[in-house]
């Protein structure tokens, strides 16, 4: 029931193309009156749930801590609803539901206008939809009623559908560009042969390009109705008004007279092992194994989702063991798929071009299948694995805002308190469970691998009947109490004023402490060495240094690393992280051993340069790859040996190769040091205890090498346009450049900031370039721009970006080079420049009240000398620019004929022409 799998993450991006008064408590009253019409059905840990008469059900999770709400809706239904002919019709339709509704044509102004961050999702069971925002009556209210006309009038318009078809065609086109993407799809076919779960939720190509309208309209009618969805509201709010909201909003809406169909449609027991095999252009391989197991609700998912995790986990895994250690592989990876309904378990192992597949499949076959029969999950493993969920269940309910999202997955399996129950039963979890479940599941005939072959000696594994959500849970007796933390302001004047600066020598110190739920803190360092001379030709073996410092010390090796890593709660990387009160301390000092007693092992050294050079291997195919690196590639102005030159990715792949570990020891001897640069510290911890820690842990560990800052420098690079061919892939990518004199406390610097906003570089759905290549032109389905500005250089850059089809790339250019020259010829409106500053103010508070984004920021500030006054000026420019100021500096900066664009994709299919 509880997603543990700490999967790869650049293998699993691949497969998921498918932010008042200090002191104050952040819990609002609990509301005392229950308007007419609504029923209160529980309360677990402070959250509770009610329902209307309609049948909608809602849950309520009131926290102040941020100054954010969250609203989301979850409709139960996914991709197993569909109807032959029909597949990605769920996920289509939530594309459409942002096109607009009757009390609502346009929606997505107001998103960007209100500062809102929206997504939907779609998946097996379940489509959701959310909207995180500034916590306002406002924002909440209109938040409430934009979801509640959406629910039953949205206008699932034809002109609509003939404009997202080709943007939902174009994410299609995105997993097919990835062999990880389309092996997934394979194996969910290959393991239902007439359940639902075997189609992919992004569709078949055929049904994406031909589904009519009607059936998306009947479809629409039939499931977004409020007796088949539970809204979720989480953060910052007041109980008593968002009930009066609700009834306002959703209880007007009518309780359907339709019935929803039954769903009969069982899979039979497998019967004997599957394979299939998959060739296309790549350059990586990838070997896979997948079982069907019991719904999510039976006893055994979750013994099987643990000993996944046994079997998965990096670095302490038993796949890991067996086929990275000894270079059978460089990659390991495990998720389990957690669905109402019967689902499945992968494995896989990612392995380098050319070498040989057989002893990876065989070898992982042999871990998984009869391996816990052989040795049994030991005390070790599963103490680590309940750990990591222990620590997942924990970091969920300390963030309101991720929790309402995350309910949706609980929610689809039948009750959002099954989340509350999957992590009491934890506790009861034991090795033998795990080693049963593996033992009835984990066997050769029910696998998915490769070709099917007969056999007289069937191994069947039979799925058992689950229990329903009410049996597992009629003698569930939660605790009601949840935890709190301060309700923090997050003005400008509260952040300076709560910040305390430390000078240690040449370290530079920002401490915020202050009451957070779950007792979470965030910390940032960044350490400073070297100069021009030191540094020369010696980029990759120091990037190779920093990632050898979490592979070992005098004291412990990797897997002891991972495992405090664990204890400690530790989230983020060596020098950015996130962790709880109680084990700050801790984190900090293993943090300065890693630093100061790195102890560099040969053999993680090899495992290390075959995980780089897979991962570079990987990318000299992806058109998004290529197409960056051809780009800063270009823009480059310094000799090969210099910091800031830009390898290639084949140099790299090159440089690679040929270091050495005693380069690499070398530039941590050389180099390395704490003793200078900045730390930031913002969340639940003890100000003094950490102060005295810090000043006994970094400021003695002093680099051996003097040290110079190195900035890039302004330089004119001609404009250029570039093609890339990569043949065979479904997707291409546009990229654009321009570099120019302006640094951000210049006066332009505030006007072309909004400008940019305005254009391409807002968050939401609604942009100059995202409404022509998206919303108008149905090219793209992710499009773009970015504004960099120096802040000692006179150096900005400002750059495009945008997904589109091989054989739409010409008018993707054409309509961004058309949509530049309209500005420069016509302008901003009042209304885009009044809109982008109030999503531009509304958007910055939202970072402001993340920990994470005040530490990044303090880390800067320190660097720079500067302070939060610096932001609140800025934000005051911001708001002082008028349209012709705007659109002024647009003029004076953005020349098209002094771009550089590359265009990466497959020339056969009309790229560029």
């Known amino acids: 029931m509880k997603r543990w799998m700490k999967t790869l993450v650049w293998v699993l991006s691949w497969l998921a193309l498918a932010f008042a008064p200090t002191g104050a408590s952040a819990r609002p009253a609990v509301p005392t009156m229950l308007p007419s019409g609504i029923e209160k059905l529980s309360t677990v840990e402070g959250i509770s749930e009610y329902r209307l008469a309609n049948g909608l059900r809602f849950i309520l999770f009131a926290d102040a801590a941020k100054p954010t709400a969250t609203v989301n809706v979850t409709y139960l239904v996914g991709s197993r609803h569909e109807n032959y002919g029909e597949t990605g019709m769920a996920h289509l339709l939530e594309h459409l539901i942002f096109k607009g509704s009757k009390r609502f044509p346009d929606p997505t102004r107001q998103f960007q206008a209100r500062g809102f961050e929206i997504n939907g999702t779609t998946w097996l069971d379940r489509t959701n939809y959310y909207l995180t925002f500034p916590a306002s009556d406002d924002n909440l209210k209109w938040a409430l009623s934009w979801s509640a006309d959406a629910m039953v009038n949205s206008f699932i318009a034809r002109k609509d559908l003939e404009s997202e078809m080709s943007v939902v065609r174009n994410e299609f086109e995105m997993g097919e560009n990835e062999p990880a993407s389309v092996m997934f799809k394979r194996l969910q076919s290959m393991l239902f042969d007439w359940h639902n779960y075997g189609n992919n939720t992004i569709g078949a190509r055929s049904d994406i390009e031909n589904v009519r309208i009607e059936n998306l309209q009947a479809f629409y009618r039939k499931y977004y109705q ?61 070997v896979t194994v997948a079982y069907r197991t019991p719904s999510s609700l039976h006893a055994d998912a979750d013994a099987i989702g643990m000993a996944a995790e046994i079997l998965g986990d990096t670095p302490n895994g038993r796949l890991y063991r067996a086929l990275v250690q000894p270079g059978l592989a460089s990659q390991v990876f495990a998720y389990t798929i957690n669905t109402r309904e019967p689902g499945f378990v992968v494995f896989g192992a990612v392995v380098n071009k050319g070498a040989a597949l057989e002893p990876v499949r065989d070898r992982m076959i042999e871990v998984v299948e009869g391996g816990f029969s052989r040795q049994g999950t030991t005390a070790s493993e599963l103490g680590r694995a309940l750990e990591q969920a222990r620590t997942a269940y924990e970091r969920a309910l300390a963030d309101p805002e991720a929790f309402a999202v995350t309910l949706s997955e609980y929610i689809a399996l039948g ?12 506790d009861r979890i034991k090795a033998e469970q795990l080693d049963a479940a593996a033992g009835r599941y984990l066997v050769r005939d029910n696998r998915v691998l490769g070709t099917f072959i007969p056999d007289d000696s069937p191994q069947r594994a039979v799925l058992p009947q689950a229990p329903t959500a009410a049996q597992l849970l009629a003698d569930f007796k939660p605790e009601e109490k949840g935890d709190t933390g301060e309700a923090f302001d997050p003005s400008y004047d509260n952040l300076e004023r709560r910040t305390r ?35 020369k030709d010696r980029k990759l073996s120091g990037a190779l240094a920093m990632s050898m410092l979490t592979r070992g010390t005098d004291r412990l090796n990797r897997q002891q690393i991972a495992d405090e890593i664990t204890r400690l709660k530790i989230r983020g990387g060596l020098t950015q992280f996130e962790t709880t009160r109680d084990k700050l301390p801790e984190a900090l000092g293993l943090v300065a051993q890693m630093f100061r007693d790195a102890s560099f092992p040969p053999e993680e050294f ?3 340069r075959r995980e780089y050079l897979t991962n570079l291997q990987s990318q000299l195919d992806s058109p998004e790859e290529l197409s960056s690196d051809a780009l800063n590639a270009y823009f480059n102005r310094y000799p090969p040996a210099d910091p800031r030159y830009h390898s290639t990715l084949p140099e790299r792949i090159q440089h690679l190769r040929q270091v050495t570990l005693d380069d690499v020891i070398s530039y941590r001897r050389d180099l390395i040091g704490t003793a200078r640069g900045e730390i930031a510290i913002v969340g639940d911890f003890d100000e003094k205890l950490i102060e005295d820690e810090l000043r006994r842990l970094f400021p003695g560990n002093t680099s051996r090498s003097d040290y110079q800052r190195l900035d890039r420098e302004y330089g004119h690079v001609a404009p250029r346009r570039l093609v890339i061919d990569t043949p065979d892939k ?21 006007a072309l900031y909004v400008a940019n906003h305005i254009f391409g570089g807002s968050s939401g759905l609604s942009s100059r370039l995202l409404d022509r290549l998206r919303q108008k032109e149905g090219l793209s389905y992710s499009a773009g721009s970015s504004l960099s500005m120096g802040s000692r250089q006179r150096l900005s850059s400002w750059t495009v970006a945008a997904m589109v089809a091989p054989q739409n790339a010409a008018r993707a250019e054409q309509a961004f080079l058309e949509e530049v020259r309209r500005v420069r010829s016509d302008g901003f409106t009042a209304s885009e420049v009044a809109e982008a500053k109030k ?60 771009l550089t664009l590359v265009i990466a994709g497959d020339t056969g299919k009309g790229l560029g022409k």
């Open 606 to 608: 090899e495992e290390l």
């Open 839 to 898: 999503g531009i103010v509304e958007a910055r508070a939202v970072a402001r009240s993340q920990d994470s984004a005040v530490a990044a920021r303090w880390i800067s500030f320190l660097d720079l000398d500067r302070n939060w006054q610096f932001s609140r000026d800025f934000e005051a420019k911001v708001l002082a620019v008028s349209p012709e100021q705007v659109s002024a500096a647009f003029r004076k900066y953005i020349d098209p004929d002094q």
């Open 730 to 750: 479904e997707n291409a990518f546009l990229r654009a450049r321009l570099d120019f004199t302006l640094r951000d406390d210049d006066a332009d610097a505030p």
């Open 226 to 286: 409020p007796d088949n969805a539970v809204l979720t509201v989480a953060g910052k709010f007041d109980e008593q008004e968002t009930l009066n909201w609700i009834v306002a909003t959703f209880g007007k809406l009518p309780r359907p007279s339709r019935t929803l169909p039954e769903h009969w449609t069982q899979e039979p027991t497998a019967d004997g092992e599957r394979q299939f095999v998959l060739r296309r252009k790549g350059e990586v391989q990838l």
């Open 415 to 426: 009750d959002w308190r099954l989340f509350f129950y999957a992590r009491d039963q934890l």
């Open 501 to 535: 600066l430390q000078t240690f020598a040449d370290l530079k110190v920002a401490l915020l402490p202050k009451r957070n739920r779950g007792q979470t803190v965030n910390v940032a360092m960044r350490f400073r060495w070297g100069d021009e001379s030191s540094l």
